[in-house]
């Protein structure tokens, strides 16, 4: 099974803030990998599909990179509606999720 | 617009059963893999099963395999849950889930829309 770890668990910014969130595969998982945000109460938030493509109406300020086993999560100004959780999901012939990543203010 | 309206969850005691089902619109459901994720509350987001377009193949977490089984019905546009053998670790809010991509090599393609979620809490 595909082992999927996010660092930090948890992230204290301030808006206008820069910030990345990492994810690693246990193995290589190529390019297929989603990022989602998902806030109290809500259900998640598809962002980022296939690494670094940019789900319909998702602002430019989120972007993802990486390929292989490790990938990144960068808002380039943090906004206040950007204070959620955010899990990776690998899709390489099964679906595993990271454990999350909680953004909170500083 | 998709829609994926969770329903069936509830009070249940260990070792009993419980029948989830997802209603689907706004999309030919016929074409698409679904799949069913939990997430325990205060924590994070776990696979639990998936079917594909036709039924061909079906999968589950090891943790759930031999309890549970997920089917689908084409004529009702629904996504079903059979829950048997309930224990405590159960207990989540269960979503049901779209992937993006059509077909066979989409059953594993990125998860695009979910529910809004039904809540199996597992209690004597």
């Known amino acids: 099974d595909i082992q999927m770890t996010q660092s930090p668990s948890t992230l204290s910014a301030s808006v206008g803030d820069r910030v990345t969130i990492t994810c690693r595969a246990s193995q290589s998982i190529g390019s297929w990998l989603a990022w989602h945000q998902q806030k109290p109460g809500k259900a998640p938030k598809l962002l980022i599909y296939k690494a670094s493509s940019l789900e319909s109406e998702v602002p430019s300020r989120f972007s993802g990179s990486g390929s292989g086993t490790e990938f990144t999560l960068t808002i380039s100004s943090l906004q206040p509606d950007d204070f959620a959780t955010y899990y990776c999901?690998?899709?390489?012939?099964?679906?595993?999720f990271g454990q999350g990543t909680k953004l909170e203010i500083k | 617009e998709v829609q994926l309206v969770e329903s069936g969850g509830g009070l249940v005691q260990p070792g009993r059963s419980l029948r989830l089902s997802c209603a689907a619109s706004?999309?030919?459901?016929?074409?698409?893999?679904m799949h069913w994720v939990r997430q325990a509350p205060g924590k994070g987001l776990e696979w639990v099963s998936g079917i594909s377009w036709n039924s061909g193949r079906i999968d589950y977490v090891d943790s759930v395999k031999g309890r549970f089984t997920v089917s689908r019905d084409s004529a009702k546009s629904s996504l079903y849950l059979q829950m048997n053998n309930l224990r405590a670790e159960d207990t989540a809010l269960y979503y049901c889930a779209k992937p993006g991509e059509r077909g066979t090599s989409g059953m594993y393609s990125q998860v695009v829309y979910w529910g809004q979620g039904t809540l199996v809490t597992v209690s004597s």
């Open positions: 999901q690998q899709y390489d012939g099964s679906y595993t």
């Open positions: 706004g999309f030919t459901f016929d074409d698409y893999a």
